[in-house]
């Protein structure tokens, strides 16, 4: 059965706080309440963890998760990826792949995965 994470508003002051934006600032409260749940559901996926999700798809997000996602969602909205940029036309490519320094950050909480012999 697969419950998909419904953020509190906790969870985004808590993923604001952590990226430095205002609680009054919420300017960003959509992009980061629809970002959270595709990466959650990333971050379970290369964890093989669900964190205790709950039948109302609210879950307690450890610390070392948050920062993770906090630093993914502000990736994602800054030029932080920029790669390259062309003058003629102007192009601006962006380097969306998480950095393996982030992705450190979920070594803690990965699951080990068994497989059946044959």
Same mark, same amino acid.
């Given at each position: ?6 953020? !509190? /508003? /906790? =969870? ?12 009054? =600032? =919420?300017?960003? =409260?959509? *992009? ?8 959650? /559901?990333?971050?379970?996926?290369? $964890? @093989? @963890? $669900?964190? @205790?999700?709950?039948?109302?798809? $609210?879950? #307690? ?6 920062? *993770? ?5 502000? #990736? @994602? !909205?800054?030029? $932080? ?14 380097? !969306? ?6 992705? #450190?950050?979920? !070594? ?9 012999? #044959?």
């Amino acid at each position: 059965m697969f419950v998909e994470f419904i953020p !509190t /508003e /906790e =969870d985004v002051e808590a993923i604001k706080g952590i990226m430095g934006i205002s609680f009054e =600032d =919420d300017s960003k =409260d959509p *992009y980061i309440k629809t970002m959270l749940p595709l990466m959650m /559901e990333a971050v379970m996926a290369e $964890t @093989n @963890n $669900t964190f @205790n999700i709950q039948a109302d798809g $609210t879950m #307690r997000i450890p610390g070392g998760v948050k920062i *993770y996602l906090a630093k993914a969602i502000e #990736r @994602n !909205t800054m030029k $932080t990826g920029l790669k390259s940029r062309s003058m003629g036309s102007v192009s601006y490519s962006y380097d !969306t792949e998480i950095p393996k320094e982030l992705m #450190r950050l979920l !070594t803690p909480y990965k699951k080990v995965k068994f497989h059946a012999s #044959r």
